[in-house]
């Protein structure tokens, strides 16, 4: 018990005290991430989630039936602007996971014409750059793969051999990474510092598993009615959650393969034989999804074939869009006919007498025509008159 305790005495006394530079290094840290927590919370906490019933309710009116309309909505008359703002109801995260989005959430969404704007010059090149990568890195990289099958051999030889193989497969590598890196700073400059909460729906919610499971209903006729989508469906959420985990597997392993020395420095050497089969079979499974899945939905479908010019113009037919995220369109609909009853700000009316400048004028009459003509006149300033209050 004595040697216990001795023990532990001499280990207190070996034990190292903070130096003066350490805890200056953990201030400095602390200091850094309190601006940027802060910030973070700001953006997200005031996101209110109202029940999607009642965008539900709007689009079932829209459609001619009335019944399920929100009484708040149907029987109380839209009010002009009131200059006390109501006050605002504590966030609840719960709400946010349900799916649960407010008419105050902003939409980016414009309508021009029959049009609905859908996605901005920023997203679409986004998805320029990352369509022409992972097709090249395709094209590159299942003849590496199968480098015994005929036809892989005539397309290495056709692109200049294997080392000229490899280096278009690396350059459309890092043009991925690059997209990437150019999304993630997309999304967190657009939700914490120009407070756009629209690409926060993308995360999913358990109105995305209700629908999910409510759509393979309506596919084996156990439901009346397919479900109705908001911003995103939970397909569109999925496959673009798949992006990440496929970047993630892929690009991760990817680079270990490019630097095996430099990896092999932190990693066992095990790393790299793992990092071989998990980047193959990943792409090979990312392949199969883009072109049997993705491309099905998004180009092959009756109401779209053959082929969707959405994301490459940036515009959706308003028709379509009504259909196939009618939630969201009965967000937008609502917030215009609201914006409709909100009376403008009017400039203050000069005096009569005076123009906006304080200055008066004079109707002279410089001739009067004949033959029943309009006369000429003619508004000639005089001295500055101040108005009156």
Request: charged share 20%; hydrophobic share 45%; with cysteine.
């Amino acid at each position: 018990m004595a040697r216990n305790i001795e023990q532990q005495s001499i280990e207190k006394k070996t034990e190292e005290p903070k130096g003066p530079d350490q805890q200056q290094a953990q201030r400095f840290a602390l200091a850094l991430a309190t601006p940027l927590i802060k910030r973070i919370l700001l953006a997200v906490l005031p996101i209110r989630m109202g029940p999607v019933k009642e965008a539900t309710g709007i689009a079932e009116a829209a459609a001619g039936s009335t019944e399920s309309v929100p009484e708040r909505l149907s029987t109380a008359p839209l009010q002009p602007a009131v200059t006390e703002a109501p006050s605002r109801p504590r966030p609840d995260p719960l709400d946010f996971l349900e799916g649960k989005l407010p008419f105050r959430v902003r939409t980016d969404l414009k309508l021009e014409g029959d049009n609905v704007v859908r996605f901005d010059i920023h997203q679409r090149i986004q998805h320029v750059l990352m369509f022409t990568s992972f097709l090249t890195l395709a094209f590159t990289g299942l003849p590496q793969k199968t480098h015994a099958f005929g036809p892989s051999q005539w397309i290495i030889a056709t692109l200049g051999g294997l080392e000229m193989t490899q280096t278009i497969h690396r350059t459309a590598a890092f043009v991925m990474l690059f997209d990437c890196l150019y999304h993630a700073i997309y999304i967190v400059l657009g939700v914490l510092f120009f407070k756009k909460l629209a690409p926060l729906q993308i995360i999913p919610n358990l109105k995305d598993f209700k629908d999910a499971i409510q759509q393979f209903g309506y596919f084996l006729g156990l439901n009346d009615k397919p479900p109705k989508f908001d911003r995103f469906s939970y397909l569109e959420k999925f496959d673009y959650w798949a992006v990440f985990w496929g970047i993630a597997v892929i690009g991760g392993s990817g680079l270990i393969l490019m630097f095996p020395v430099w990896a092999t420095k932190f990693l066992p050497g095990q790393i790299i034989p793992v990092a071989l089969v998990a980047h193959s079979d990943e792409a090979v499974l990312a392949i199969g999804w883009i072109f049997v899945v993705h491309f099905f939905y998004a180009h092959f479908v009756p109401r779209i074939f053959p082929f969707n010019t959405s994301i490459f113009t940036g515009r959706v037919a308003r028709h379509r869009y009504e259909e196939e995220h009618t939630l969201d369109w009965a967000r937008m609909m609502a917030r215009r006919q609201q914006a409709q009853f909100v009376a403008p700000r009017r400039r203050p009316i000069p005096p009569r007498g005076t123009h906006a400048d304080g200055a008066a004028h004079v109707v002279k009459i410089v001739g009067v025509p004949s033959g029943g003509a309009d006369l000429e006149i003619q508004r000639v300033p005089s001295e500055r008159v101040e108005p009156t209050k």
